[in-house]
Nanobody
Framework: VRLVEVGGGSVQSGGSLKLACTASGYTFRGGCNGWFRQAPGKEREGVATIEGDGRATYADSVKGRFTISQDNINNLVFLQMNSLKPEDTAVYYC???????????????????WGQGTQVTVSS
């Protein structure tokens, strides 16, 4: 399984970016998929997850600004990020799980397959 993120970059505060994740050797449909991020000097944290039926869960820090979505035809997972803030600066990772049907998709600790990450930098 290989996950690849694209779409990172540098924007000013208040701007928007859309990240996309594609997978080789894995089908996102029907599983739990998510986005995580890791800022310099901090631990990796969950940002958003999406279930097979489209239900999404968000970290409090991004609610109302970020939207996770999935394209099952093209096997893609997206993260639309609006109203970006400098504190959103981090490496963003696409993630999924190798075991389905166990636990909640909103359980960040169950994600164990990761992409290489893409840098998002928000300047003030």
């Amino acid at each position: 399984v290989r996950l690849v993120e694209v779409g990172g970059g540098s924007v000013q505060s208040g701007g928007s970016l859309k990240l996309a994740c594609t997978a080789s050797g894995y089908t996102f449909r029907g599983g739990c998929n998510g986005w995580f991020r890791q800022a310099p000097g901090k631990e990796r944290e969950g940002v958003a997850t999406i279930e097979g039926d489209g239900r999404a869960t968000y970290a409090d820090s991004v609610k109302g600004r970020f939207t996770i979505s999935q394209d099952n035809i093209n096997n893609l997972v997206f993260l639309q990020m609006n109203s970006l803030k400098p504190e959103d600066t981090a490496v963003y990772y696409c993630a999924t799980r190798d075991r389905r049907g166990i636990g909640s998709c909103a359980d960040w600790s169950l994600y164990n397959i990761w992409g290489q990450g893409t840098q998002v930098t928000v300047s003030s």
